[in-house]
């Protein structure tokens, strides 16, 4: 699609900003302690799991006439099957008529539970996979979690009733490893790979293996386009993470558009609502369930989000990608530094000394 063009249907979409994916942070207690979370999350975390019945609340907030067909919940966390109440939850959201999916790394993900969840009308599920064995459990910090991880994905591609994808976060230690895992997750039927990059906030913040240089992100840039033109069962995408110039449409089905706010909000383990989880929530929470009706706030807050030109300042005063940017997904601002976190478009044209 011409950048114009697309500009003009974004521009339109940001007018609008219908409201059809919603994050549920429903807890931030995990078994893992993942080297790039930016959570925090642990098994004992401070945070008490919002009570289902609270969330439920603020999903009743959305008028009937205001839910589109499409709408998916997505719980996420911390690692959301360490709820008990987790297949209850599934089924009171469908219930309301909403499609409903999950995040999960997979450790507690077994036959039977796939079952349950399928019961409570799970329509999709992601997985994260995070390099061969070595590399994975490296990753996420504890034996055993490529092995529990592969389960779980297995599971999940054998059943055609379920939309389920792969993420991988690339980083230097498993960016070699992408095309064994490629072979591996297309042998075993999965229908999308998504890989994204890291944000250096949360724990991996001063973690320099987390974080490629330009050059190796160029390096993956040309390994999902290449596998793309490939074609073949499994498709293989890039997140919609940050604008890429030259490499937009090649690496994804659509050109870069930061969605945050604008068709998707989150509520957080406290009450706060925002965008995307990985947002900071410090600075750009709108509100509190707690306190404000959910879809008001909606409907009149999230100006940051769906307006972002407070955004150019630091490098992305000058820069000429700027229309197709607007200074990168909003998950790249944190704190209130006038500088961008990172730069993906400089990544590509910029020498290997960037980024």
């Not at 080297?35 to 907030?61: I, N, Q, T, W, Y």
């Not at 205001?66 to 360490?82: A, N, S």
């Not at 799970?122 to 389960?151: C, K, Q």
């Not at 160029?218 to 793309?228: A, H, N, P, V």
């Amino acid at each position: 699609m011409k950048p114009l063009l697309f500009r003009l249907l974004r521009d339109n979409e940001i007018r609008v900003h219908e409201l059809n994916y919603l994050f549920w942070e429903c807890t931030t207690r995990c078994m893992f302690r993942c080297r790039h979370c930016g959570s925090d999350c642990s098994v004992h975390s401070r945070e008490k799991d919002m009570p289902l019945e609270d969330f439920l609340k603020a999903l009743d907030s959305i008028p009937q006439s205001h839910r589109p067909k499409d709408f998916t919940v997505v719980l996420t966390g911390g690692e959301p099957l360490l709820r008990p109440d987790i297949v209850h939850a599934g089924l009171e959201i469908r219930r309301r008529g909403f499609g409903w999916g999950m995040v999960t790394n997979g450790w507690l993900y077994d036959e039977k539970k796939h079952s349950e969840l399928m019961a409570a009308g799970m329509g999709s599920a992601t997985v994260s996979l995070d390099g061969l064995e070595e590399s994975h459990d490296w990753m996420r910090g504890v034996p055993g979690s490529y092995a529990r991880a592969l389960g779980a994905i297995s599971l999940m591609a054998a059943d055609p009733r379920l939309n389920a994808d792969v993420v991988t976060c690339v980083n230097k230690r498993n960016l070699s490893e992408l095309p064994q895992i490629y072979n591996l997750l297309k042998n075993l039927g999965v229908k999308q790979w998504r890989l994204f990059t890291i944000i250096p906030i949360g724990r991996a913040a001063n973690d320099p293996e987390m974080r490629l240089s330009s050059g190796q992100f160029t390096g993956l840039m040309e390994f999902i386009r290449s596998k793309r033109e490939e074609g073949g069962p499994m498709k293989v995408t890039f997140s919609c993470e940050g604008y890429i110039g030259p490499y937009e449409e090649k690496v994804r089905d659509t050109r870069y558009f930061c969605r945050a706010g604008v068709n998707i909000a989150s509520v957080l383990i406290d009450g706060r609502i925002c965008a995307c989880p990985n947002i900071d929530r410090d600075r750009f929470s709108q509100g509190s369930i707690y306190k404000d009706n959910f879809y008001d706030v909606w409907e009149t807050r999230f100006q940051e989000f769906r307006h972002r030109e407070w955004a150019r300042t630091g490098s992305c005063s000058n820069c000429k990608a700027w229309k197709d940017c607007l200074g990168n997904g909003m998950h790249n601002w944190h704190g209130f530094s006038p500088e961008v976190l990172q730069c993906h478009y400089s990544k590509i044209i910029q020498p290997e000394s960037a980024g």
